[in-house]
Structures are given as structure tokens and as C-alpha cells.
Nanobody, 120 residues
Framework: QVQLVESGGGLVQAGGSLRLSCAASGTFFSINVMGWYRQALGKQRELVATITSGGWTNYADSVKGRFTISRDNAKNTLYLQMISLKPEDTAVYYC??????????????WGQGTQVTVSS
């Protein structure tokens, strides 16, 4: 079993910055792609950014140039640095990981979410 625990959310004024973290723990063989998703009130969950174990990144157009995803493979930790935050970035942010429990089995895991609120 794998646990993903997010931290770093909070309330910030527009134009401010926040850094989210997601620590993975448990027993597993390796972690492939990790990502951040968000869900605003009344809206569907959407992709924010993903990163492979080799460091290749992908971003939603709405966050390009403002958000930076990174990971520390030795610590099994994922980060999201957010700058120039806008009120429309307000959402619950979820960490996601594609985990190999063995060379032959993979599962998808989600964290419990962390609230980010950007005031205007």
C-alpha cells in the first residue's frame, strides 16, 4: 500500500506564491509519473502538471510560466512551486502517482488533497 500526503496549501493574496509538497510512503518498487491535479468548487478535476521519473514535465496552458513541478526521487517527494497566483487558481490540489508495486504490477494513487485559496 502507498500513501501520498500533501502539504503546503493555504490562503494567499493574488500575486503571491505557495509551494506544495507531496510525500509518498509505503512499500513499492518504483514511482513512474507523478502529477498535480486540482478541482475547483463545482468543476471537474483537471490536470495541472506532471513529471516523469526522468524529469520530463508537462503543464496545463493555464499555469505555464507560473507553476513549476519538480520531484526528489531519493525522497519520493513531489513539489509544485506556484507564483503569480490568481483567484482562478483557487481549488483543492491533489497529488497523483503511478506506482509499480513490483516489476509486473502498477496502481494509481491519490493524496487527500490540500486547499489553495487565492484572494483578490
Amino acid at each position: 500500500q502507498v500513501q501520498l500526503v500533501e502539504s503546503g496549501g493555504g490562503l494567499v493574496q493574488a500575486g503571491g506564491s505557495l509551494r506544495l509538497s507531496c510525500a509518498a510512503s509505503g512499500t513499492f518498487f518504483s514511482i513512474n509519473v507523478m502529477g498535480w491535479y486540482r478541482q475547483a468548487l463545482g468543476k471537474q478535476r483537471e490536470l495541472v502538471a506532471t513529471i516523469t521519473s526522468g524529469g520530463w514535465t508537462n503543464y496545463a496552458d493555464s499555469v505555464k510560466g507560473r507553476f513549476t513541478i519538480s520531484r526528489d526521487n531519493a525522497k519520493n517527494t513531489l513539489y509544485l512551486q506556484m507564483i503569480s497566483l490568481k483567484p482562478e487558481d483557487t481549488a483543492v490540489y491533489y497529488c497523483n502517482a503511478d506506482v509499480k508495486q513490483s516489476p509486473y504490477s502498477r496502481s494509481d494513487y491519490w493524496g487527500q488533497g490540500t486547499q489553495v485559496t487565492v484572494s483578490s
